[in-house]
């Protein structure tokens, strides 16, 4: 646990965040998808009821963005090709606080009007079910972040020479017109044009750039399926570099000068540690990698943006290593919950524990012992990670380290070379997909032929500090002989 990274946590409010239910998000949510009528107002999550839509599943998304630093203003052209899931006489898409000013389905204006954070779309002909339909949205205005429950700020995050833009949980909404729950992903295009001596570092590989008029456009291309929460469009003052690894992975690293000296050893070793870590997670998940190191105090915490991870400042090597893990865990297996965000956080957080123990480090059951010594009073044992409860302890230490230690757990109950397989599995099977928490604990059993239940139940759902049978000394077993 290094609190530099983790600043949302540490400035998380006492208060327990209460999010207003839009019940008739939940509602329209939940009901059976019905062959034709408006698609719902929310995803069914009820962490973020208005977060996603119903009716449509998006595949791409083409953002075509334009900003000025200086003025911090920002004008859009998102194209969005979608496939109905019923004859949709009018859907939504998220999008917070910009003016749109145009939108059209399939070539013909639509009707649209705002409510909240929706944008709500009535097209002239309703596309078919089943059907690609495709909605251009035009729109400008001054980006702002959301604050989330926890207090952090989450989106569009000004800079002095740019923009942070880091979307986690509910952010995308303050930039681009999307259908904001994880359980919709898609692949991206995007065309950024900033002033001239600016960057604009997004996801996936670089198409090129071109300067004109004292501004410089860029474009990237993501071409595996992304949540929109991981995509990013940052702009500053970068120094770049390029390369490619030994496995043929694309690497592009935006780094802000003020951050370079920091920033360098560390940067150094993504090679190594994204080869590390496909020697136990299975094999890198995307094309193209790197890093985008800006200078954004008010931002406070990094994020996993899909191949291509935003540090806040000049990450530590245990960050790196945290992000990394993360383009398996979270990136390419998705969650369809925020409440399962303990597969996201602990396993990227448990990678840390590895990475220690295989490079000299405190081993991952040191790690596991000093927090397990830590008194039942303590924030560590504050909510289950399985169940944190709301979305203000989505990024809470019951969820980082509890998680992480669940996971250690798993690895005690069935040994490494069976926990390792259950990792691999996990990333080969629901790879540029979904997961949920019952389906790893179904994997981990079917893999281990062990009886789990007792151990998820214990470690990911029960609250409180779990007595110490769930905590057996440490014993030779004939698995540990055997390396991952
Ligand atoms: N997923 C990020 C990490 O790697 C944390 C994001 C926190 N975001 C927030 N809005 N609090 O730990
Ligand atoms: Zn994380």
């Known amino acids: 646990m290094r609190p530099t990274r983790r600043p949302p946590a540490r400035r998380r409010t006492a208060v327990l965040a209460t999010v207003p239910v839009a019940v008739a998000a939940l509602l329209g949510a939940t009901a059976p998808a019905a062959p034709c009528g ?221 951050e370079a000296r920091a920033a360098a050893p560390v940067l150094k070793k993504l090679p190594s540690v994204l080869e590390w870590e496909s020697r136990l997670f299975g094999p890198y998940p995307f094309r193209a990698a790197g890093s985008i190191v800006d200078h954004a105090p008010d931002a406070g915490y990094a994020l996993e943006t899909q191949t291509r991870p935003l540090y806040d400042s000049a990450p530590d090597l245990a960050t790196l290593v945290h992000e990394s893990a993360h383009q398996w865990f979270g990136d390419s297996v998705s969650l369809t919950a925020w409440k399962d965000i303990w597969l996201n956080e602990g396993f990227a957080t448990y990678a840390e524990w590895l990475y220690s123990e295989q490079h000299g480090g405190p081993s991952a059951q040191r790690t596991f012992d000093s927090l397990y010594a830590r008194p039942a009073s303590d924030a560590l044992w504050a909510y289950p990670p399985g169940d944190p409860g709301g979305p203000g302890h989505l990024f809470g230490t019951p969820v980082y380290a509890r998680g992480a230690m669940a996971l250690h757990a798993l690895r005690r109950a069935v040994g490494d070379p069976e926990f390792f397989r259950v990792l691999r599995a996990w990333t080969a099977g629901h790879r540029d997909g979904h997961g949920t928490t019952a389906q790893f604990a179904r994997l981990a059993e079917q893999k281990s032929g062990k009886q789990l239940n007792g151990l998820f139940r214990t470690w990911l759902f029960t609250p409180g500090k779990p007595d110490s049978t769930a905590n057996p000394p440490l014993s030779p077993r004939p698995s540990a002989r055997v390396d991952p």
């Open 38 to 258: 408006p698609g719902a107002p929310g995803a069914g999550d009820p962490y973020f009821p208005l977060s996603g839509n119903g009716g449509y599943d998006v595949r791409h998304y083409d953002l075509t963005l334009r900003y000025e630093s200086a003025s911090r203003r920002l004008d859009g052209t998102a194209v969005l090709t979608a496939r109905a899931t019923r004859r949709l006489t009018r859907f939504d898409l998220d999008l917070t606080g910009l003016k749109v000013t145009r939108l059209t389905v399939d070539g013909a204006a639509a009707r649209f009007t705002r409510d909240g954070q929706e944008l709500v779309v009535t097209p002239s002909r309703a596309p078919a079910r089943g059907r690609l339909f495709r909605v251009a949205v035009t729109y400008h205005g001054t980006p702002k972040p959301v604050t989330d429950p926890d207090g952090s700020a989450d989106g569009w995050i000004p800079t002095d020479d740019g923009a942070f833009v880091a979307g986690e949980p509910q952010g995308a909404m303050t930039w681009f017109p999307a259908d904001g729950h994880p359980r919709d992903k898609a692949s991206y295009d995007f065309t950024i044009t900033v002033p001239r001596g600016l960057t604009a570092v997004a996801n996936g590989v670089p198409l090129g750039r071109r300067t004109a008029h004292g501004h410089t456009t860029f474009r990237w291309r993501e071409t595996r399926p992304m949540a929109a929460y991981l995509a990013t469009a940052t702009i500053g003052d970068f120094q770049v570099e390029r390369y490619t690894t030994r496995d043929g992975v694309r690497v592009y690293n935006a780094v802000d000068p003020r």
